[in-house]
């Protein structure tokens, strides 16, 4: 690969001054004049009519100012109709929005809050999918598959599968795609050993450090602005005009920086806050409580996943059987296509037949979580695959290897895969020093192999550079800075233009005046910004080139920059300042167009990234508890652009395959409530259960991405359960096939 002079470099984040010394301003800390505070009111049942929604005492609360239901929202946003919104005529989940309270203070909202009297007339609810799949279970309301499909293809989560097969499905069943390939009863008959086992994921909340949040107002013109802590500002703009039923322009969107999203932080209380200050005319702050987010919002799916497989003594996989059941909550929008295209796609085989359905239940809706869908179809997999192995008595790596997809491979949709790192990533585990020092095992300790990929999102986008009269480049962007994108977009403008770090800068552009650019989810925004950043920078140069070109009296072809000038190649006396160039462009009578990069790209081609994983744990063969006693994660990025961006990124996402793995899951009752919705009971990830990891950067540059980069935040996450789940099984000699392996669970497969 050739050299660079600031790609590849482990280069500070941009924005890592403001945050740690708190200087970072987010939604929560907006406070606009006038402004009002907004309580939710939410639901006490998961399925309910609502005969009645009294405010009077919630409105004779000192420092009450309103008391807002679904049928006040309607005048203002004709086009209300989802939970996102307040709950009309029934509410459909346990913690649905159903009435908002507008407070001088926060606490007199709060106050009112609890002063409302719902009259519910409770219903019989649907809380577990497989029994909301039964003919005799309550229908749960009616999908809008529409938003829900715009919603999923944001994270990459639909495309490529089949037509809905025509057969008559159960009623809360919104959703049934059906991938075969050859005949998987033959594949089975074929078959020297069949795994067959069910595997179940629970609800797994992203839980970010900040909760949601949104500020809108209504500027003296009558045009509505809203500020909010949003993955993708493009997305609050379009969905929030259609809600309220006025055109896209007419709303002015500015995305705070975000105090973690993982995928959840889309869309969700734009277009209620915006109607919000509609009706009040003053500026309305939303912002929910660790319960209230816990309680009203998009976890990941819980899945049950049914998994028969075969394969022949000499490690030929000859058979894969599935059914995936993703419980999708009140409205529809599971990642079940991923999970299905994933469960099949990384190990050739010629017979499969696997079969999602998508249930509605009386629960909050889901949404993306990280790699949306791709840790579910894995853990059921990979299990598998590790289980294969040891009954023929083959090495974990090695019958990966026999068996791993390549390019040119068939998915279970029938596309082939693209380039793609599983092989490289599996080599390079095989290759560390680790994998055989591990074999090595004390009592109780186990091993445990698996891989993951995604297959990465497109999307177009657009970037545009200004030359400064300091000299500096300005790079404006419509996409939002989750994960340190703006400091790789820094060092791709500095590489592509010639000019120092130091003199780029990039800026994140409200909704009126910042280029398009996709949502930050689906691994897709430095694989498809970034070649329009590219562009753009390289653009800006090639006009300051020509304006040197015309005041030395010299050809394009001889210039350089370096520095901060441009120089004739050899004569290093024949120059000029960058300065000089930029003012002879922006002065009063100027012979020069000012300086001004585009860049557009409209990426069709996926980039998927692989990663492969290896852990050691400790089980107490007594108590059941498991302990990991190191971690080693190997991935395909294309090209670092940022290695410690990159590395922190895969520990970031390793750590949330541990949650995965041994301490989250959303626990519901019978009648749908939710028991654990605050951080002392919702178990996460901490610097005690999460050992160390060791990161090993392969990169197998892809065809668009720039310099070959490849979108780096989803893979690390998605063989993290079975990695462990694996360990596990190695060290106990018991399988256990529920997230999250709790000891209790362990104990209880060793028999005890």
Sequence with gaps: MAAHAVLGQSIARVDGREKVTGQTRYTGDLHLPGMLYAKLVLSQHARARIKGVDCAAARQVPGVVDVVTARDILAVAPNAKDSMLLALDTATFYGQPVAAVLGETEAAAEEGAAAVVVDYEPLPAAVEALAAMRPDAPEVKESDSEEDDALAQMHATVGGGPEQPKRELPRNVTTAPLFQRGDVEAGFRAADHVVERTYRTMRVHQSYMETQGAVAAVDPLGRLQVWCSTQSMFTVRNSTARALGIPDTEIKVTAMPIGGGFGAKFLHLEPLAAALALKSQRPVRLILTRTDDYLSTTPAPESIVELKTGVKNDGTITAIQAKIVMDSGAYGGTPLNVACLLLGGYYRCDNLAIEGYEVLTNKPQVGAYRAPGAPQGTFAIESNVSEMARLIGMDQIEFRLKNCSVEGDPLPNGDPWPSIGLQ??????????????????????????????????????????????????????????????????????????????????????????????????????????????????????????????????????????????????????????????????????????????????????RAPGFAAHLAKVRVDPDTGEAKLLGYVAVQDVGFAINPAEVKGQIHGGVAQGIGWAMLEGQVFDEAGQMLNPTLMDYALPNSTNVPPIDVVIVEKPSELGPFGAKGVGEPPVIPGAATVANAIADASGARVTDLPITAERIARALGK
Aim: net charge negative.
């Design 424 to 605: 490289e990533c599996l080599e390079a585990l095989r290759a560390h020093p680790s994998y055989k020092e591990w074999q090595q095992k004390g009592e109780g300790e186990g091993v445990g192999v698996a891989v993951g990929g995604w297959l990465m999102g497109v999307e177009p986008s657009a970037a545009t550079c200004r030359l400064n009269s300091d000299g500096t480049l300005s790079v404006l962007l419509g996409s939002v800075d989750l994960t340190g994108t703006n400091t790789a977009f820094t060092q791709i403008a500095a590489e592509a233009f010639g000019l120092p770090l130091e003199k780029i800068k990039v800026i994140a552009g409200d909704s009126d005046a910042a280029p398009y650019a996709g949502g930050a989810g689906g691994s897709k925004i430095t694989y498809t910004v970034g070649p329009s950043v590219q562009q753009a920078a390289a653009d800006a140069r090639q006009q300051v080139l020509a304006i040197a070109a015309d005041m030395l009296e010299a050809s394009v072809d001889d210039l350089e920059i370096v520095g901060d000038e441009v120089r004739v190649k050899g004569v290093p006396d024949q120059k000029k300042k960058i300065t000089e160039i930029a003012g002879a462009s922006m002065r009063f009578g100027g012979r020069y167009k000012p300086v001004t990069g585009r860049g557009q790209t409209a990426t069709t081609q």
